[in-house]
């Protein structure tokens, strides 16, 4: 409930003005209210009414003075210049998720700032699930969190329209939010679950919407490709409350309908504009998801396409990618080498402990079981330590 009601919340309390850190406090004492007065007296037939009415007394209770919205001055432009919107305009509807994410990646924030602090405010993620999904310390993602609030507290940024001219700006952030609620989502960095349905929906809906107001934005495209393309695997990707690897998935079960829309967004996408990560990585996703069988996966394609995912967007995951791709085609040696510097860079990465462990298991090395339980000991999610552990004790028979 509260996950799906924060962006609302905090959405209304800043249309009044206040500084986002003091909506944000305020909102969280309308949830603790919530949480103690719910229970004894049930839930109001209007929760998010009732959680911004009390979160705007707690404002003001706190002498934070209520302001005016932005002033509808700045919408009256020359006619030349194209008359700023809100996202809810674009898009035809009242929803105001997305607006908030526009807010958040602020032009003057860095791009990491502007990512934590929209996890946060919009994803509705702990600053423990941020560092796992930006592969930084806990005390760094609380300090980028931290340092976004000051600055936009600092430039006066308020809840409104923006300009035409300044969304660019903000679009790669954007993205790159919604990509990692989607993954936080499909593979949860910690807990027992091995999803998190919540996250996954509430990012595919979030990017349909970006998607709806920028049709013609083949990244925005690209991004929501991707997302359709992975989760039309959902189905598969569990037996019993267990992770099934790939390898092992049922194909029968995967989504087609979803494939196929993936496959069509991506393929009207890639014509028009430079080629970027969020397509190359759509691209890979759709050579998995048509292909028949393992078997039949057209591994030499998915290595070309991670080497130019590693030209335009260079990171650990599109390494490692690329290190598996490799693998396949030259055999696990091969993966392995490619697998160092990895390695070397990372050595606490249960993912590339695990991609070690599995080409090792392949090669038949008795090393295999003790990295297998290595990977295991350094991730906090359950289901991936499970499979790890129960893929440690198959090694050693």
């Known amino acids: 409930m509260w996950r799906h009601e924060a962006p609302h919340v905090l959405a209304a309390l800043l249309r009044r003005g206040p500084a986002l850190e003091d909506c944000e406090d305020a ?20 929760p998010r009414g009732w959680l911004v009415r009390v979160a705007s007394r707690r404002l003001v209770d706190a002498h934070r003075a209520t302001v005016a ?101 903000r679009l790669h952030a954007v993205r790159h939010v919604l990509h990692l609620v989607f993954t936080t989502g499909a593979a ?86 430079p080629v970027g990560p969020f397509q190359l990585q759509a691209a890979i996703a759709a050579v998995h998801a048509t292909a028949p069988s393992l078997a039949s996966t057209d591994w030499a394609q998915i290595h070309e396409l991670y080497r130019m995912l590693l030209a335009v967007a260079p990171s650990p995951a599109a390494e490692l990618g690329a290190a598996i791709a490799l693998s396949e085609l030259d055999g696990p040696a091969a993966g392995l080498v490619a697998l160092q510097p990895l390695l070397a860079a990372r050595p606490r990465d249960h993912r590339v402990l695990a991609a070690m462990a599995h080409l090792l298991d392949a090669q038949g090395s008795p090393e295999a079981a003790d990295t297998y339980q290595r990977a295991a000991a350094l991730t906090d999610s359950v289901p991936e330590q499970r499979y790890l552990n129960a893929r440690a004790r198959h090694s050693r028979r």
Do not use: Y
């Not at 807010?103 to 993620?125: M, Q, W």
């Not at 949860?188 to 049709?215: Q, W």
């Not at 359709?228 to 037996?239: D, E, H, I």
């Open 27 to 46: 909102a969280q004492e309308a949830l603790v209210a919530a949480a103690e007065q719910w229970p004894r007296e049930g839930m109001p037939q209007n």
């Open 69 to 169: 919205r932005v002033d509808r001055e700045v919408r009256e432009i020359r006619e030349e210049v194209p008359r700023p919107v809100t996202w809810s305009e674009r898009t035809g509807d009242h929803d105001d998720s997305l607006q908030m994410l526009v807010l958040c990646c602020h032009p003057s924030l860095s791009t990491a700032s502007a990512v934590a602090l929209t996890l946060r405010a919009v994803g509705g993620l702990t600053t423990r699930e941020i560092a796992a999904g930006l592969l930084v310390p806990e005390t760094t993602a609380a300090q980028r969190i931290s340092r976004a609030k000051a600055t936009l507290r600092a430039g006066g940024a308020r809840f409104g329209a923006v300009e035409a001219a300044e969304l660019p700006l």
């Open 188 to 273: 949860p960095p910690s807990g027992g679950d091995v999803v998190n349905h919540d996250l996954v929906t509430e990012a595919v809906r979030l990017t349909e919407r970006l998607h709806r107001a920028l049709p013609r934005d083949p990244e925005t495209a690209g991004l929501l490709a991707l997302m359709l393309l992975v989760q039309a695997r959902a189905a598969a990707r569990t037996r019993d409350g267990l992770l099934v690897p790939l390898a092992e998935q049922d194909r029968a079960v995967w989504d087609q309908g979803m494939i196929a829309r993936g496959v069509a967004l991506l393929e009207e996408a890639l014509p028009h504009g």
